[in-house]
C-alpha cells in the first residue's frame, strides 16, 4: 500500500459528525505509560510499561448552528464522550477511537479573523484503540441489511478449514522422500470439531485403497483415541491405537498429537507410541507403548501426502482445522514434510519443499484467539428500534456462512444520535472475515452510523 495524505477524514463525536467543523488534528496517541524502574547498576533508564492512557487533540472552526461544533463542545460534560478519528472514509480504512474525557475548549480570535478552538479529550478507562472501519464511512440503512465482509486476522493462526465433505483435503504428490519404509515420527497441530466425531477422522495420511497402495495413516477414533495405521505390502492393514484418548477435549479445542514408530525393537518386536503436545516441542504420553509383536516395516506407494482424509479425501474425513503436520524419516529425525497453513497466501506452505493443492471445498484461513473491542456511531435514527451487530466467517461467506460474534451486539437502538463501546470475551477466537449487519423488530427508515472495530492480535487487558 503506498503512502497517503490526510485527505478524506472525519471526526465524529458522541454520534455527532464534525469532520466540516475540524480544521486539523494535533495529537492522536497513546499506549502504556512508561515506569522507570532503574536499578543502581545501570548506567541508562531502565522502564516497562504501566497504565494505558490516550488522548485525541483538535481544532475546530467556530459553528454556532444547531447541531454543530460550538453547541457540540461547548458543554464541557462530566461524562465520558466517545470520539472517532476517520482515516479515510471506506470500507477497511484505520481509525482509531477513544473513550474519555473532554478537558477543554478553548477559543482563539487571530488578527486575520479567523476564529478557532482548541479541544482535548483524555482517555478513561481504556486508552486510544486503533481499529479498522467496518462500514464505508457514514453507512445508511433504510430497512435490516447485512455489509460487505471485511478482512482481519492475518497476524493470527492459520489453518486448514476442512468442513468434513467427500473431496476436502490437501495434498502433495508422491516423492521418494516420504517413501518411508522403517522409524517414522507423525506430528500434527489440529482442533477437531469434535473430539469424539461420528467417524473415524485422518489427520495425515500416505494411505489410498486404489490399487492397494497403503503406506502410513494418522487419525482419530470415534471414541477420541489416536490410531496409527500401516501396511508391508500396500493391500493388509495393521494398525495400533492409543490406550487413553482425547474425548476430554472440548468441541473445537486445539492441540498437537504425535504418533512414532519404532519398527525395530532389538531385533523382535516393533512399538507405536502416541503423544500430546501443547507447543509442539515439550510432548506427553498419551497412554501405554503399544508393541506390535513383531519387527515391520511399510510399504513404498504411490499415494499422495494428504491432510484431512484417505484416498483423495474420500475416507475417514476431518472435519475441523489444521494447522500444520509434519513427517519425520525416523523418530525425532528428518523433516519430510512441514505442511503449514499460511492465509497470506490462501494456501498451504511447506519448506521441506513440497507444492501442497487445497481441494474441494477446503480453504485457508486465519483466526485470532484474543476477542475484539467495537465502536458505534449513530448520526440519526428514524423508526422504533434497531441493533447493530457483527458476524464473522473464515471465508467472507463462501463455504463458511457468516454467524454472530458472541458478545458482538450493540445495545438496541430506540433514538440517535448515540455512542457505545463493546468488547467480547478477550478469550474469544475471532475469525478472518468481519461484517456489519442491522436487524429490527418493530421496523425502521433510516439508520447513519459508523463502526470500528479493533481485533485483538495479542492479549490485552484494560
Not at 454520534?15 to 495529537?27: E, F, K, Y
Not at 536499578?39 to 472552526?61: C, V
Not at 496409527?228 to 477435549?249: C, I, P, Q, V, Y
Amino acid at each position: 500500500m503506498a503512502k497517503q495524505s490526510g485527505l478524506g477524514d472525519g471526526l465524529i463525536v458522541d454520534g455527532t459528525n464534525l469532520s466540516g467543523d475540524t480544521g486539523s488534528l494535533g495529537r492522536i496517541g497513546g499506549g502504556p505509560n512508561p515506569l522507570v524502574v532503574t536499578g543502581i547498576d545501570k548506567g541508562a533508564f531502565e522502564r516497562i510499561g504501566g497504565q494505558r492512557d490516550g488522548g485525541i487533540e483538535w481544532s475546530s472552526w467556530f459553528n454556532p448552528a444547531s447541531g454543530q461544533a460550538h453547541a457540540k463542545l461547548s458543554s464541557l460534560p462530566l461524562i465520558n464522550r466517545m470520539i472517532t478519528y476517520q482515516r479515510g472514509t471506506t470500507l477497511g480504512k484505520p481509525a482509531a477511537c477513544l473513550v474519555g474525557k473532554q478537558i477543554n475548549y478553548d477559543p482563539t480570535r487571530g488578527d486575520d479573523g479567523a476564529m478557532t478552538i482548541a479541544v482535548q479529550s483524555l482517555s478513561n478507562g481504556y486508552g486510544i484503540e486503533w481499529g479498522e472501519q467496518v462500514t464505508p464511512g457514514v453507512r445508511t440503512d433504510t430497512g435490516a441489511a447485512s455489509g460487505d465482509g471485511v478482512e482481519f486476522g492475518y497476524d493470527g493462526e492459520d489453518y486448514l478449514a476442512l468442513p468434513g465433505a467427500s473431496g476436502d483435503y490437501a495434498s502433495t504428490p508422491d516423492a521418494a522422500a516420504l517413501d518411508i519404509t522403517g522409524d517414522i515420527d507423525l506430528r500434527v497441530r489440529v482442533a477437531l470439531n469434535d473430539w469424539t466425531p461420528a467417524a473415524e477422522s485422518t489427520l495425515i495420511a500416505k494411505y489410498t485403497a486404489t490399487g492397494n497402495q497403503r503406506s502410513y495413516a494418522l487419525a482419530v477414533t470415534t471414541a477420541g483415541a489416536l490410531i496409527f495405521r500401516w501396511s508391508e505390502d500396500g493391500t493388509a492393514e495393521k494398525t495400533e491405537t492409543s490406550s487413553a484418548n482425547l474425548g476430554g477435549l472440548a468441541a473445537g479445542a486445539t492441540t498437537w498429537v504425535r504418533a512414532t514408530l519404532d519398527a525395530d525393537v532389538g531385533g523382535t518386536d516393533a512399538n507405536v507410541t502416541f503423544y500430546t503436545s501443547d507447543d509442539g516441542v515439550t510432548w506427553t504420553q498419551l497412554g501405554a507403548v503399544q508393541p506390535v509383536g513383531a519387527t515391520t516395516s511399510i510399504f513404498v506407494s504411490t499415494a499422495v501426502l494428504e491432510l484431512g482424509g484417505q484416498t483423495l479425501g474420500t475416507v475417514n474425513r476431518l472435519a475441523g482445522k489444521i494447522f500444520r503436520a509434519q513427517v519425520l524419516n525416523s523418530i525425532g529425525g528428518t523433516s519430510v514434510a512441514a505442511p503449514i497453513a499460511s492465509a497470506a497466501t490462501d494456501t498451504v506452505t511447506d519448506a521441506t519443499p513440497r507444492t501442497w493443492t487445497v481441494n474441494g471445498n477446503a480453504y485457508v484461513s486465519s483466526r485470532t484467539r484474543y476477542g475484539l473491542q467495537a465502536y458505534l456511531q449513530v448520526l440519526s435514527f428514524t423508526g422504533t428500534d434497531v441493533t447493530v451487530k457483527l458476524q464473522s466467517s473464515a471465508d467472507d461467506g463462501a463455504t463458511d456462512t457468516y454467524a454472530d460474534v458472541t458478545g458482538g451486539g450493540f445495545t438496541q437502538i430506540t433514538a440517535g444520535p448515540t455512542s457505545e463501546r463493546i468488547a467480547t470475551s478477550s478469550a474469544l477466537e475471532i475469525e478472518r472475515y468481519l461484517r456489519v449487519v442491522t436487524t429490527s423488530v418493530g421496523g425502521f427508515s433510516e439508520l447513519s452510523f459508523v463502526v470500528v472495530v479493533a481485533v485483538n492480535l495479542t492479549e490485552t487487558e484494560f
